[in-house]
């Protein structure tokens, strides 16, 4: 199996899983992107995977089904014109034809529907948690958004993850202010700097380096806690408060 970027508007990836001659895209804003990659690698299109309703990740549906009329998995929580196969949490998706089987993680914040995808080794995340960062919440809580953080945080540390854009850099900067001492974050930080110089993506990213360099998945690190409680302005007492305080504060940096 291989896991192809496809890079699509400004920053977005939408990932492309091929294994033989079949494929399957998550999160298709634009259809261009896949239907040449598909025509130039004489890949059959298998089925498409949407993680929430945002345009940016489902804008191309209607181009695609009109060439290939496949199975479209999504969230049972969000009204997506296309999706014939809803999933909530828990759920189980089979695509025999490339012989993968993700289970659905309902991870609402960004918003309310979201779904992500787990194969072991796999985490297709959508906006929810990004390398070095996570999304913004715009129908969710910000506790809402935390737990569903910690249940990806939670899964075994070598899952790579597959955030749907590049925005490695910005919040890897956000992470200094937010934890200015941690080697680890600034050896990655200088890592990803080259790799974007060369034109490369950052992702995937693992689910063992987000719990070291990402200050989202690090609320309950005293460090953390100290510079987003200066930033709020008062004491902040547990890890979802500090969540809070650094959505906010990310907010307006
Ligand atoms: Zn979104």
Not at 134 to 146: D, N, S, V
Request: aromatic share 8%; charged share 20%; net charge negative.
């Amino acid at each position: 199996m291989q896991i192809i970027p496809l890079p699509a508007f400004s920053d977005n990836y939408i990932w492309l899983i091929r294994e033989g001659r079949h494929a399957v895209v998550v999160d298709p804003g634009d259809a261009a992107p896949v239907l040449e990659y598909l025509q130039n690698n004489a890949l059959r299109l298998a089925a498409v995977l949407i993680t929430h309703h945002h345009a940016d990740h489902v804008g191309g549906l209607p181009a695609l089904l009109a060439e290939y009329p496949v199975p479209v998995y999504g969230p049972r929580r969000e009204a997506i014109a296309g999706v014939d196969r809803p999933l909530d949490d828990r759920d189980h998706v089979s695509i025999e034809e490339l012989g993968l089987a993700f289970e659905v993680i309902a991870v609402p914040g960004h918003t309310l529907g979201h779904i992500a995808y787990y194969t072991p080794g796999h985490l297709f995340c959508g906006d929810t948690l990004f390398c070095g960062g996570c999304g913004r919440i715009f129908e969710g809580t910000p506790a809402q958004l935390h737990a569903s953080l910690e249940r990806l945080a939670a899964l075994p540390a070598e899952t790579q993850v597959y955030c749907a854009h590049e925005y490695t850099l910005p919040n890897l900067r956000f992470a200094r202010l937010a934890e200015p001492a941690n080697a680890a974050r600034e050896a990655f930080l200088a890592e990803c700097e080259r790799l974007r110089d060369a034109g490369r993506p950052t992702l995937p990213s693992s689910v063992g380096r987000e719990r070291q360099i990402n200050p989202f998945l690090r609320c309950s690190e005293p460090a953390i806690r100290t510079t987003a409680s200066e930033q709020a302005g008062h004491p902040l007492n547990n890890a979802p408060e500090v969540f809070a305080a650094l959505r906010e504060w990310k907010n307006r940096a």
